[in-house]
T-cell receptor, first 116, second 116 residues
């Protein structure tokens, strides 16, 4: 089954304790992205990756890091989490528009993070 | 850069009544257009998309949307809603051509509330 898998789905942590949210897709998509969803703000892009070893900042990258060492994985790293990073996070993937993909993003189920 | 405006943050509708959720976008380049739905405590699911061709697009669960290039709008409609349609609806755009950021730009969402 084609899917985007995120882990963990739920996490409560404390300020400053490094954490990683993993994301994996099995559709051989070039493009992967992280979004955060906050009430009244919709979804905002954190980072994206056009392909292996190619990453770039989205609209709200502060406090986050990413890496893309393999095509299927795109982990989101919070080196020193703070309470303002409490949010619902979504990973998404697609074929690249640049290489002829039609634009539809496939989303994971979301990871709800609480930073105390 | 692209931007998406969903004109209503919340839309209450009686069951079996018609509904229209409004979406306007701004972009300096040609874009693909999408509507996603998020049911309570779930991820995002594609409702429908406009890529090219007929400006009236039909999606899942009886929803349809009409692309109006002159008004840069992509309003979502359903002739008769059900309790199960209660959800958050997101309009999104994605640039067609390569170069620059390659992700979806979302509106802030419209919460559709179905009243019995």
């Amino acid at each position: 089954e084609a899917q985007v898998t995120q882990n963990p789905r739920y996490l409560i942590t404390v300020t400053g304790k490094k954490l990683t949210v993993t994301c994996s897709q099995n559709m051989n998509h070039e493009y992967m992205s992280w979004y955060r969803q906050d009430p009244g703000l919709g979804l905002r892009q954190i980072y994206y990756s056009m392909n292996v070893e190619v990453t770039d900042k989205g609209d709200v990258p502060e406090g986050y890091k990413v890496s893309r060492k393999e095509k299927r994985n795109f982990p989101l790293i919070l080196e020193s989490p703070s309470p303002n990073q409490t949010s619902l996070y979504f990973c998404a993937s697609s074929l690249s528009v640049q290489t002829g993909g039609l634009g539809e993003l496939f989303f994971g189920e979301g990871s709800r993070l609480t930073v105390l | 850069a692209q931007s998406v405006t969903q004109l209503d943050s919340q839309v209450p509708v009686f069951e079996e009544a018609p509904v229209e959720l409004r979406c306007n976008y701004s972009s300096s380049v040609s874009v693909y257009l999408f509507w996603y739905v998020q049911y309570p405590n779930q991820g995002l699911q594609l409702l429908l998309k406009y890529l090219s061709g007929s400006t009236l697009v039909k999606g899942i669960n009886g929803f349809e949307a009409e692309f109006n290039k002159s008004q840069t709008s992509f309003h979502l409609r359903k002739p008769s809603v059900h309790i199960s349609d209660t959800a958050e609806y997101f309009c999104a755009v994605r640039r067609r051509s390569g170069g620059g950021a390659d992700g979806l730009t979302f509106g802030k969402g419209t919460h559709l509330i179905i009243q019995p």
